[in-house]
Protein backbone atom coordinates (compact mmCIF):
# COMPACT_ATOMS: atom_id res chain seq x y z
CA UNK A 1 0.00 0.00 0.00
CA UNK A 2 1.09 3.58 -1.29
CA UNK A 3 1.72 6.11 1.92
CA UNK A 4 1.26 9.59 1.07
CA UNK A 5 2.29 11.09 4.17
CA UNK A 6 0.66 14.60 2.86
CA UNK A 7 -2.73 13.10 2.93
CA UNK A 8 -1.65 11.47 6.26
CA UNK A 9 -0.89 14.80 7.65
CA UNK A 10 -4.61 16.62 6.74
CA UNK A 11 -6.03 13.37 8.52
CA UNK A 12 -4.15 13.89 11.53
CA UNK A 13 -5.60 17.85 11.09
CA UNK A 14 -8.62 16.44 10.63
CA UNK A 15 -8.45 14.13 13.96
CA UNK A 16 -7.33 17.10 16.08
CA UNK A 17 -9.86 19.28 14.88
CA UNK A 18 -12.63 16.65 15.97
CA UNK A 19 -11.43 16.23 19.24
CA UNK A 20 -10.39 20.02 20.00
CA UNK A 21 -14.24 21.33 18.16
CA UNK A 22 -14.61 24.96 19.37
CA UNK A 23 -10.81 25.18 20.12
CA UNK A 24 -10.09 23.88 16.98
CA UNK A 25 -10.36 27.75 15.47
CA UNK A 26 -7.64 28.87 18.95
CA UNK A 27 -5.29 25.71 17.94
CA UNK A 28 -5.42 25.43 14.34
CA UNK A 29 -2.47 27.47 13.04
CA UNK A 30 -0.37 25.95 15.65
CA UNK A 31 -1.48 22.80 15.54
CA UNK A 32 -0.69 23.00 11.35
CA UNK A 33 2.94 25.08 11.62
CA UNK A 34 3.96 21.79 14.01
CA UNK A 35 3.41 19.23 11.46
CA UNK A 36 4.98 21.35 8.67
CA UNK A 37 7.73 21.91 10.92
CA UNK A 38 8.28 18.23 11.88
CA UNK A 39 7.37 16.87 8.43
CA UNK A 40 10.89 15.93 7.69
CA UNK A 41 11.24 14.38 11.31
CA UNK A 42 7.79 12.45 10.63
CA UNK A 43 8.36 11.37 7.14
CA UNK A 44 12.08 9.82 8.45
CA UNK A 45 10.59 8.34 10.71
CA UNK A 46 7.67 6.99 8.30
CA UNK A 47 9.95 5.93 6.14
CA UNK A 48 12.87 3.41 8.00
CA UNK A 49 9.75 2.00 9.33
CA UNK A 50 8.11 1.17 6.39
CA UNK A 51 11.56 0.02 5.09
CA UNK A 52 11.47 -1.72 8.36
CA UNK A 53 15.53 -0.11 9.17
CA UNK A 54 13.87 0.72 12.80
CA UNK A 55 11.89 -1.43 15.00
CA UNK A 56 8.51 -1.18 16.06
CA UNK A 57 9.66 -0.39 19.45
CA UNK A 58 11.90 2.10 18.65
CA UNK A 59 9.12 3.93 16.13
CA UNK A 60 6.37 4.10 18.90
CA UNK A 61 9.07 5.61 21.28
CA UNK A 62 9.64 8.32 18.95
CA UNK A 63 6.01 8.72 18.06
CA UNK A 64 5.47 9.17 21.72
CA UNK A 65 7.82 11.88 21.77
CA UNK A 66 6.31 13.60 18.64
CA UNK A 67 3.41 13.47 20.56
CA UNK A 68 4.87 15.16 23.89
CA UNK A 69 6.41 17.98 21.68
CA UNK A 70 2.84 18.26 20.25
CA UNK A 71 1.06 18.01 23.73
CA UNK A 72 3.97 20.78 24.91
CA UNK A 73 3.31 23.04 22.11
CA UNK A 74 -0.64 22.79 22.62
CA UNK A 75 -0.67 23.44 26.60
CA UNK A 76 2.04 26.40 25.70
CA UNK A 77 -1.54 27.86 23.57
CA UNK A 78 -3.74 27.02 26.57
CA UNK A 79 -1.51 28.53 28.78
CA UNK A 80 -0.73 31.86 27.10
CA UNK A 81 -4.61 31.89 26.42
CA UNK A 82 -5.34 31.59 30.36
CA UNK A 83 -2.98 34.51 31.13
CA UNK A 84 -4.05 36.78 28.19
CA UNK A 85 -7.78 35.89 29.73
CA UNK A 86 -6.43 36.62 33.80
CA UNK A 87 -4.64 40.14 32.34
CA UNK A 88 -7.42 40.53 30.39
CA UNK A 89 -10.06 40.84 33.96
CA UNK A 90 -7.24 42.14 35.35
CA UNK A 91 -7.45 45.65 33.46
CA UNK A 92 -10.99 45.63 33.90
CA UNK A 93 -11.76 44.94 37.49
CA UNK A 94 -8.68 47.86 37.72
CA UNK A 95 -10.41 50.15 36.05
CA UNK A 96 -13.85 49.41 38.28
CA UNK A 97 -11.65 49.84 41.57
CA UNK A 98 -10.33 53.19 40.10
CA UNK A 99 -13.35 55.01 38.60
CA UNK A 100 -15.14 53.91 42.11
CA UNK A 101 -12.06 54.90 44.70
CA UNK A 102 -12.40 58.26 41.71
CA UNK A 103 -16.01 58.99 42.20
CA UNK A 104 -15.53 58.29 46.55
CA UNK A 105 -12.67 60.92 46.55
CA UNK A 106 -10.24 58.00 47.58
CA UNK A 107 -6.98 57.98 45.92
CA UNK A 108 -5.59 54.78 43.97
CA UNK A 109 -2.38 53.91 45.41
Request: hydrophobic share 45%; no cysteine; proline share 0%.
Amino acid sequence: MKFDLDEVLSQMADAASSELMDNWKIVRFKFNSFLQNRKDRLELLTNYRLQDAISEDFFQQRLADEKDILTSELHAIAIIKKVTAQNAANAAISVLQKAVHTAMGISSV
